[in-house]
């Protein structure tokens, strides 16, 4: 589905730049990283692990996935029955700057994608703000919103759903930050 040309735009789409929305991007991305946060509370700042997966002229190329000691550092049920991540597997994890400082080289002018970015792009400025670490507003694309706009004939927009109808299955995994941002990048190489 996605072009073959970096000057041609995204195939299925055809609005007026001033209604293009800003989630999609206008043409093919080539080079991306898709990111995803998995929380241990509802605090913003609570990221306890961290998934990310980055393409390079349409071919995933790298990946990174690590555990983070969260802020506030306690887990509540739900979060636990999503992901399977409890106290003791981050209470000695390292702290975001530590996590972040080993990736964020490796996204230096690329833009981000996220299956959902009211979530991804807030934990990721705010874990920046918390920590008082310069953030690169990064341009930021959502694989969710964007394959409701360009695929919208599925059964529902869940990163499972899409990831499948392109060929991933992430059943298993599924809440796996780093599942998750695969499944991601998958989608984003399909619609985007």
Known sequence: MFSESNKERIKGADWPDAEWPSYIPKYHLHDFAAIDF???????????SMGVVIV?????????YSLIKPVPNRYDFYTTKVHGIKYKDTKDAETFPQVWY?????????????????????????????YHIPYPNFKFYCTHLGSQKL??????????????????????????????????????????
Request: with cysteine; charged share 20%; glycine share 4%.
């Open 38 to 48: 998995e929380a241990a509370n509802g605090a913003v700042t609570s990221a306890c």
């Open 56 to 64: 390079r002229d349409d071919e995933i190329v790298d990946s990174f």
């Open 102 to 130: 080993q990736v964020a080289h490796k996204l230096v002018g690329l833009p981000l994608v996220a299956h959902g970015i009211s979530f991804d792009q807030r934990v990721l400025k705010a874990l920046h703000q918390l």
């Open 151 to 192: 695929v919208p004939d599925l059964e529902n927009h869940k990163v499972q759903t899409v990831a499948l109808h392109f060929g991933y299955d992430i059943k298993k995994n599924h809440h796996n930050a780093l599942a998750d941002a695969e499944a991601c990048a998958v989608i984003a190489m399909n619609i985007f």
